[in-house]
């Protein structure tokens, strides 16, 4: 807009508005809220500050309208005004993106006619370092439309692999101190079962139901929790492990008979869960002991 309205160098004469008051006192003290988040090694929070910042800019362009002030003389002073405002955020904005992204960081500079002094940290926090008669050229368009609920998407996915890199390989249950008699373990029924249907039961995320050949003649149905690890067609035909003399219990308006076994632990933070599988010539009902 510089290049189109001003042939690439603002005029000396301009004109300020209160409109400009919020857009410049944002600008100014951006460094400092960044500053704030990077110390604590929060790089998206001090990207958002400074995506705050962009956002804040394009509503000032809208409420200044340069294009409806470009169609009248008398006010160009307050469109090269409106025009610095926004070249001296697009200065402390670069400044702060530097370390993420140097080369497009430096073409900014280029294109808004910044050097030296102009573009280095201490005046990143201080306004008006550009010269009232600024120079610009019209270069290559140096960033697509940013989406920036995408861009912060993808750097949450970033640190959440990074977290995850730091956390152990492999996490495991501690296991119980206290002791359980025997003749108590002995009164839990361990059976092995075959899966007759399996299907992911309506309005829940979690639970698939499961028929299972239990050796009776009569088919048994049990709920499990497990349809995050485990797709329901995958385990039609699989042989399992139950225990088969829990009580009846509903859910989802559903009566599940007994628990499926399974083994769980923790992996680079994430929760990994494995159904006790057995070899498929044992015979649905054979008891474990």
């Known amino acids: 807009m510089v ?9 000396a004469e301009q004109e300020a508005d209160e409109l400009d008051e919020e857009m410049t006192a944002l600008a100014s003290a951006l460094r400092g809220r960044y500053e704030v988040q990077m110390e604590k090694f929060q790089m ?16 000032y362009i809208d409420e200044t309208a340069p294009w409806i002030l470009a169609k009248d003389e008398a006010k160009k002073p307050r469109l090269a ?6 070249l001296e955020t697009l200065r402390i904005c670069a400044v702060l993106l530097l370390p993420f992204t140097p080369d497009s960081c430096a073409e900014i500079f280029s294109q808004i006619g910044a050097s030296g002094e102009e573009t280095n940290w201490d005046n990143a926090g201080k306004w008006g370092v550009l010269p009232a008669e600024a120079r610009v050229h019209k270069g290559e368009n140096i960033f697509p439309r940013i989406d920036v609920e995408k861009e912060l998407q993808e750097l949450d996915a970033v640190q959440e692999a990074a977290r995850k890199a730091a956390q152990p390989a492999l996490e495991l249950e501690p296991q119980l101190e206290e002791n359980v008699d025997f003749d108590t373990f002995c009164k839990s029924d361990f059976r092995v079962v075959k899966v007759k249907s399996c299907e992911a039961v309506k309005k829940s995320d979690k639970l698939l139901k499961f028929i299972l050949d239990d050796g ?5 149905q049990i709920l499990s929790g497990i349809h995050k690890f485990y797709e329901p067609e995958e385990l039609v035909g699989k042989t399992l492990v139950a225990i088969v003399n829990l009580p009846p219990r ?5 009566e599940s008979n007994g628990m499926l076994i399974s083994a769980v632990h923790t992996e680079k ?4 869960l494995n159904l006790l599988m057995v070899d498929d010539a044992i015979p649905a009902g054979a008891k474990l002991c």
């Open 3 to 11: 290049e189109k309205y001003f042939g690439g160098q603002l005029p």
């Open 44 to 59: 998206q929070n001090g990207l958002e500050e400074i995506f705050k910042v962009v956002s804040r800019a394009n509503k």
């Open 81 to 86: 005004r409106v025009m610095y405002n926004l």
């Open 216 to 220: 009776t003649g009569t088919d048994r």
């Open 250 to 254: 509903k859910m989802m308006g559903q």
């Open 269 to 272: 933070g994430e929760e990994k």
